[in-house]
Structures are given as C-alpha cells and as structure tokens.
C-alpha cells in the first residue's frame, strides 16, 4: 500500500538518466527470476524475468543482467521517467513454484 | 483482459474476528498464489493452488489461516480468530503455467487488513 518502501534502500536519480537496481538471491538452484514494480496501493506489476541459462535480457528501456556465480541480479532501467518512481522488487522462484522476494528498493526519480 | 482482481480492497475487523478474503485470477489461469506484504517488506508467500488443490501450503502461518478454491478458479483465504500480527497487505497473483505460456505470476492489488 501506501507505506510500501517506508524503510527501504532508496536510490534518486535525475530523470533522463539510467537508473541500475541489485539484488542479491539466496538459493544457487533457483532457475528463474523476475523483477517487479510496485507503485503506492497496488500490487506488483512484472516488468521483467530472466530465466538461469540466460544471463542478460533485454526489454522496453529495461535490462536484467543475471550473475549466478555470484548470485546477483540487476535491473537497468533506460532514460529513467518520473513514472518509474516506485518500489522495485526482484524475486527468485523456489520450490512448487512460488517466488521468494528480496527487500526492495525505492526509487525516486528528481525532475 | 481483465486482470486479478480482489476484494474487499480494505477491510478492517476487531481482534478475535473471522475474515474472508476473495481473489478472482485472470480468466484462464490454473495457478493461483497468495502472498502477504508487511510494512516495507517484500511479498511472502503463503499458499499455491493447482487447479482445486493446494499445491504447496507452507507458507501459512499457523492453522487460524485456511484457503479454499473449490471450482479451479475464485479462491478466498479466511483466517480464524484474528490478531493483531495478521494486519498486512494480502495479495493474491495467478499464472497460466500452460505449455509455451510461461508461468509469469500476475498479481492483484491486495486487500489491506487491518485488526484493531
């Protein structure tokens, strides 16, 4: 809801610049990825997944970068918007399907 | 298409109280998943179902929280006795898990359950 990202990492950008989000995961065996973005009062919205044979995929304006020796997952976020304002989540899927969210982090984009 | 959709979208009850808590997935989809979202955290998960069954239920705190999703598609989480702790955002998310459809969940936008 609204309080989403009340204790979170924030990071700021200036609109136009690219914006580059991490994530650690926990579990070497996950064998897909996905990151989300959740505005104030809704729900998360899927912007991206990676699945583990992979270790870069491109979409609209956003990249994930997949490092599974090291177990880190990036998102990079092109020519940041103030619409990309929100709480960012990546998430790795564990076992019977279910996903398993890291902390989050907020970010704030400066007119 | 319509997307998940919940209700209610708040809901607030007194300590002890019983709640029900509705989540009709996008049309279609066999799975359907709930998670629950504390103050600044990310969402957890409570309870996967494949079609009528619970696949998974691991994730439910104790026994005062039951899910049901008697005909494969609307499900409603009810939780029994309620408490204090049990105040969070309750999300509900489905995927297709078809063949060549991937198994991307899409979430609702929760109902915020508050326990006075």
């Known amino acids: 809801g609204e309080s989403v990202g009340l204790h979170l990492p924030t990071l700021s950008v200036q609109e136009g610049d690219n914006s580059i989000i991490n994530c650690a995961y926990s579990n070497s065996a996950s064998d897909y990825f996905i990151w989300y973005k959740q505005e104030s009062g809704k729900g998360p919205q899927f912007i991206i997944d990676i699945r583990s044979n992979m270790d870069k995929r491109q979409g609209q304006r956003v990249t994930v970068l997949l490092n599974k020796t090291v177990k880190h997952l990036s998102l990079q976020i092109a020519a940041t918007q103030p619409g990309d304002s929100a709480v960012y989540f990546c998430?790795?899927?564990?076992?019977?399907?279910?996903?398993?969210f890291g902390s989050g982090t907020r970010l704030l984009v400066r007119p | 298409g319509a997307g998940v959709s919940q209700t209610p979208s708040n809901k607030v009850t007194e300590k002890g109280k019983y709640v029900e808590l509705r989540c009709d997935p996008i049309?279609?989809?066999?799975?359907l998943y709930w998670y629950r979202q504390s103050l600044g955290q990310g969402p957890e998960f409570l309870i996967y179902f494949q079609g009528t069954g619970a696949a998974d239920d691991s994730g439910l705190p104790n026994d005062r929280f039951f899910a049901v999703r008697p005909e494969g598609s609307v499900s409603t989480l009810k939780i029994q006795r309620t408490e204090r702790g049990d105040s969070a955002v309750y999300l509900c998310?489905?995927?297709?898990?078809?063949?060549?459809?991937?198994?991307?969940?899409?979430f609702g936008p929760g109902t915020r359950l508050t326990v006075l």
């Open positions: 998310a489905s995927s297709s898990m078809a063949v060549g459809a991937g198994d991307t969940q899409y």
């Open positions: 049309s279609g989809h066999t799975a």
């Open positions: 998430a790795e899927r564990g076992s019977s399907y279910k996903l398993i």
